[in-house]
């Protein structure tokens, strides 16, 4: 008695959705994660992983299977069969990846919202943070009021002026200018960035953000660090010759620690100075 | 239909060079454009081959140490327009489509055969002029998109130069692509219907619909930028005024339509050789041609998924991640339809078929993370990091450019009238499906961990990895050897093909081989179905019949 291929199929299909659900889950692609919208980052990264894993499978399974299994044999110069179509069958296939994208759409959507993508820019606690800038026009990656909702806490602002090559930081409250972005582990921070010169872009790996920093047009991007340590910023944007060499890193601190950082630095060590930290 | 159906005169003069200098002639017949796109396209792509093995090279270790910098800039700047506007664009389309389409509809020549030349004559000068423009001053240095502010900042001369030879290798693609509407639509040979064409005939209807609507935007954004840059005009020039993200909606609209144009014909030039190989219809031909122009509708709205991270407000990130996805749905129908053409089969594993399911694989993979890409959380992290180098190279060099081989093993008899070697095809194969995956698979890892792309020097962590993409680059490169090789002693010494080898139903293999000038001798064949292989299931006499006779000149009683 052979086994029905109905049900070698069917087990076929369950070990493939399996594997695909493990490798999304266990096998790790992606650097540490150390801000508040990582994790989050990462959710959807598996659940990507999990279902291009299964697709890529299956079809490369067809494939060689197909090739194998339907090899002309030496000798043999007949065709195959003549089947020209199956409209229920191109329907099934047409609807089950219309679903499956739908599904993905929702659910990345429903991911950015709540890195905070989708929030409204122009709220009560902007006022603090771009006094400079007037503009109408301005653009948010990731919007502070979303960050100042999922920790409670008010956003830390920072002046970024990106240029060829090189980040520079300043800290409004402190009237600190640096070229390293130190932050506090926890709180959010609020950057205000501008190019001089061409378009550069602000990465951090680790923080999964990234945003274009675009002459003429200020741009907020906001994040809450999680995990104190040292991480790359990139320029991610082709912005001249040492584009490859335009890199900082962000010091991520414990409050004391960084609070010591802004005593330091402070341009006329006053002692009013490490207000700028509220923790 | 006034085509001369008489074959040509014997006495009468020729009004054309002969022999092989036809080549290198203003020749107007569309089987010798066609080759001289393929050549002249297969040069281009030797000079961006070894552009690529530069950038390769200088990636080797983490630090700038094999080209200066701004060299460094110019090489990837070439290499990407080389590719893109010299190599695949004119290969896919002018070069396969001038030489099949005219077949296709049994047609004697293209619509327009002396704009036809004229449109492959713009090609070698435009790019010479782009090649040139490194050793009359500096090479363009601001990558293939060519973004402002930088390219108003970077040396003038090159940045104007790059865009001569663009504009004119748009034209050149414009005046194909109105070509090709017109000769599918018009010069159809009496009794064929729309739905009785090849299916290859449908991809070059839908590229070149995108060809017509998008290049001239492409053509006017440039123009525009080249008044910033000669004439201080603050088009795009935020110091004056302007506005940068402009500029990349405008050059989106063209370039991500682009992207189909480069890979819609090489869908159609699959489904073509499927068929002939595995010896079954191509499955489901109704739904194939509605997702060739659902592809088209869609192609044109999904353009700001290459700014998700410009500043783009959100309700624009969401729309155009839902558009962007929705892509996957019509694709998703072709390549179901292509597995199942293979279902059944009785497949040949020769190099054609070989190159197609290579093609299959590598595009899925493609695929796969494009619709990633479409998700605006993933792609704000590997938005222009070596994660997109990976996904574009798995479309375009894993399915554009392997189609291509799979399609030069597949129509190399007919052309010749000779076979191409198959030990050595495969052996093409398999250095070239090998090295392409170790090349750019591990891309997408330094992606994800923090490599950003377009660059000369990089974080210590990802020297190992890119010396590995680098060696895979090295097997491409080495894979060209026997290639070449084959493709140049088959010539002459190949073995004989025959007019019909593959035993195809589509009317290109329904002449001589090579085929006469003006296509056939006698009435152009009328081809109801190009893909009548099988045998009806049920039939016990699987092993007998070859094909079915489908072809005749107008038997009226086939229905469509
Ligand atoms: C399922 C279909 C596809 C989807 C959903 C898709 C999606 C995307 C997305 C979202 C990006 C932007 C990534 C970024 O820059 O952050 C992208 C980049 C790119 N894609 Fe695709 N893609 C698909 C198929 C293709 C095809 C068919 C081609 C070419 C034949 C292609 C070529 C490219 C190229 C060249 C880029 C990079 C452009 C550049 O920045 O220089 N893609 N794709
Ligand atoms: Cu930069
Ligand atoms: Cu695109």
Redesign the pocket.
């Known amino acids: 008695m052979r086994i029905p291929a109905a049900i070698l199929t069917l087990l076929a299909g369950m070990a493939l959705v399996l594997t695909g659900l493990w490798v999304g889950q266990n096998i790790n692609l992606l650097p540490e994660d150390a801000s508040l919208n990582a994790p989050v980052y990462d959710e959807l990264f598996k659940v990507l992983f999990s279902i291009g894993t299964i697709l890529l499978i299956g079809i490369a399974g067809l494939i060689v299977y197909s090739l194998v299994r339907f090899r002309r044999v030496n000798g043999d110069q007949g065709d195959g069969v003549a089947i020209e179509g199956n409209l229920p069958l191109e329907i099934l296939w047409t609807a089950i990846p219309a679903v499956v994208v739908l599904f993905v759409g929702i659910y990345s959507y429903d991911i950015y919202d709540r890195m905070g993508g989708m929030a409204p820019l122009n709220d009560h606690s902007m006022h603090a943070m771009h006094s400079d800038a007037g503009d109408s026009r301005t653009w948010a990656g990731i919007s502070p009021v979303a960050m100042e909702a999922s920790t409670g806490e008010p956003p830390l602002p920072v002046d970024v002026t990106a240029m060829q090559f090189a980040f520079i930081f300043h800290y409004p409250d402190a009237g600190i200018t640096a070229g390293e972005l130190h932050v506090p582990v926890g709180q959010p921070v609020a950057l205000t960035m501008k190019a001089n010169d061409v378009i550069h872009a602000f990465w951090v790996p680790q923080f999964r953000l990234k945003q274009d920093v675009i002459p003429g047009q200020p741009t907020l991007l906001s994040f809450t660090a999680t995990k104190p340590g040292r991480y790359p910023i990139v320029c991610a944007e082709l912005c001249g010759p040492y584009h490859g060499g335009m890199r900082s890193t962000v010091v991520v601190e414990e409050p004391q620690t960084f609070a010591d950082w802004v005593a330091q630095n402070s341009p006329a060590a006053s002692p009013d100075a490490p207000t700028a930290v509220q923790s | 239909m006034t085509l001369t159906l008489s074959p040509p005169s014997a006495t009468a003069p020729p009004l054309q060079p002969q022999g092989w200098l036809r080549y290198l002639s203003f020749s107007t017949d569309h089987k010798v454009i066609g080759l001289q796109y393929l050549v002249c396209g297969f040069i281009f792509y030797l000079v961006g081959g070894a552009l690529a093995g530069a950038i390769r090279t200088e990636l080797l270790t983490p630090i700038s140490d094999f080209l200066p910098r701004e060299t460094y800039n110019e090489v990837l700047t070439l290499h ?1 327009t080389v590719m ?1 506007f010299l190599w ?1 664009v004119p290969v896919v389309n002018g070069a396969f489509g001038n030489y099949l389409i005219p077949f296709y509809v049994g047609a004697r020549d293209m619509a327009f055969p002396r704009l036809n030349a004229v449109a492959f004559w713009l090609i070698p000068p435009a790019g010479l002029l782009l090649i040139s423009s490194y050793f009359i001053a500096s090479a363009a240095q601001s ?3 060519a973004y402002p502010p930088l390219s108003l900042t970077t040396p003038a001369t090159g940045q104007i130069i790059w865009i001569l030879s663009v504009l004119l290798l748009g034209g050149s693609s414009i005046f194909g692509g109105i070509n090709f509407i017109a000769t599918i639509l018009k010069l159809r040979r009496p009794g064929l219907k729309l739905m009785q064409m090849p299916m290859y005939c449908w991809a070059m209807l839908g590229t070149s619909i995108l060809v017509v609507l998008s290049t001239p935007v492409l053509a006017g954004t440039l123009v525009l930028l080249s008044f910033d840059i000669i004439a201080h005009t603050g088009f795009f020039n935020p110091s004056l005024g302007g506005n940068a993200v402009v500029y990349q909606h405008l050059f989106w609209f063209y ?2 339509p ?3 144009i ?2 819609l014909p ?1 869908f159609g030039l699959v489904s073509e050789i499927l068929p002939v190989h595995a010896r079954k219809p191509l499955f489901g031909y109704t739904t194939m041609v509605y997702s060739i122009m659902g592809i088209v509708f869609l192609g044109l709205i ?1 353009w700001a ?2 700014m ?2 410009s500043g783009t407000p959100p309700w624009m990130r969401l729309f155009f991640t839902i558009a ?2 929705f ?2 749905v019509p ?1 998703g129908i072709k390549f179901f339809n292509w597995l199942a053409t293979l279902w059944g089969g009785k497949i040949a594993l020769n190099s054609a078929m070989l190159f197609s399911c290579g093609f299959i694989l590598n ?1 899925v993979f ?6 990633a ?2 998700q605006v959380p993933f ?1 704000i992290h ?4 070596y ?3 990976g ?2 190279h798995y ?2 060099y894993g ?2 450019v392997f189609v291509i081989f799979a399609s030069i093993y597949h129509w190399y008899p007919k052309v010749t009238g000779r076979m191409l070697n198959e030990p050595l095809g495969r052996l093409h194969f398999l250095l070239t499906f090998v090295g392409f995956n170790l090349c750019f698979a591990p891309q997408h890892w330094m992606g994800l961990n923090g490599m950003p ?1 377009r660059v000369a020097e990089y974080d210590p962590q990802f020297e190992l990895i890119n010396q590995v993409s680098s060696v895979g680059a090295l097997l491409m490169a080495v894979s060209t050897l026997p290639f070449l090789v084959n493709v140049i002693l088959s010539a002459f010494r190949g073995e004989p093909a025959g007019d019909n080898p593959w035993n195809a139903l589509t009317p290109e293999w329904l002449t001589s081989s090579p085929p006469p000038v003006e296509n056939w001798h006698g009435e152009a064949p009328l081809v109801h179905e190009p893909y009548g292989y099988g045998v009806e299931p049920g039939s016990l006499s699987l092993a007998a019949t070859s094909g079915r006779d489908l072809w005749s000149a107008g038997d009226p009683e086939r229905k469509p």
Not at chain 2, 366 to 371: D, F, K, L, Q, Y
Not at chain 2, 382 to 385: I, P, R
Request: aromatic letters at 12%; glycine letters at 12%.
């Open positions: 990407g893109i695949i990558g293939w998109t370039s991500h682009a992207v189909y480069m890979v090489a999904v998924h290459h998700f991270t962007t996805s892509i996957a694709t595009f493609g695929g796969i993370t494009g619709v890409l479409a792609d590997v938005h222009d990091t994660f997109v180098v996904h574009f479309i375009v399915g554009t792309r």
